[in-house]
């Protein structure tokens, strides 16, 4: 991937933001922070500087949880609209959406394979119930042909992921208990076997 292509997105009050990335050679990362750092110091080892955003119009309901990045695509979901939108950011300055992807539940992560296999983990309309895997298609030009198929998982699937040699999809599932705790279901993972 060229290297204006390359970018990392986070989306942060329901906005995905493409960013190029400093980090000094060595350099600690990652604090837990009371309030936004607003002014940096000259010697800091990181520096963000914003190429473009996306907002959904939506604020403060935690949209633009998970991304993931596909060629010239970012897969966003997006928690309040319960869908992965699907971003056009070849252009880092003017993202665009070009679609979403909607399936039974919630959609709470999303991971896409080298090849563009794509895997949503949906959690089921009733959060205690078995939730499912969605595959779609990375490269699929509309909503319409994106969706590949199914597969049922554990109660409330968090997680998604990809192994290495992509043959398998992982699912974390959480098994949340009901909110009067008469519905328990156990956590459990899922390995699914993927085709080549």
């Known amino acids: 991937m060229p290297s204006s292509h390359r970018r990392a997105a986070a989306g942060l009050t ?22 936004p750092i607003t002014t940096s110091a000259d010697d800091a080892a990181l520096a963000l500087t ?3 955003s996306y907002e959904t119009g939506v604020f403060d309901e935690g949209a633009a ?5 596909y060629g010239e ?27 979403e992807i909607a399936g039974t539940g919630v959609a709470n992560s999303v991971a896409v394979r080298e090849d563009g296999l794509g895997v949503i983990a949906l959690e089921a309309p009733v ?3 078995a939730g499912s895997l969605l595959f779609f298609d990375a490269n699929a030009v509309d909503a ?28 974390a599932n959480e098994g949340e208990p009901s909110d ?17």
């Open 180 to 196: 009067d705790f008469t519905i328990d279901p156990e956590g459990s993972i899922s390995v699914v076997s993927l085709p080549g």
């Open 50 to 52: 914003p190429l473009g």
């Open 73 to 99: 695509r970012l897969f966003v979901v997006n928690a309040q609209a319960a869908t992965v939108d699907v971003l056009d950011y070849s252009d880092p300055t003017a993202i665009t959406k070009e679609f």
């Open 14 to 35: 329901a906005a995905a933001v493409a960013c190029s990335l400093a980090l000094a050679p060595g350099a600690a990362f990652g604090a837990i922070v009371a309030d």
């Open 127 to 129: 959060k205690t119930d």
């Open 144 to 171: 319409g042909s994106t969706v590949l198929g199914s597969v049922t998982v554990g109660s409330l699937p968090d997680m998604v992921t990809l192994s290495t040699d992509g043959a398998y999809a992982v699912a």
């Open 65 to 69: 949880e998970i991304v993931a990045a």
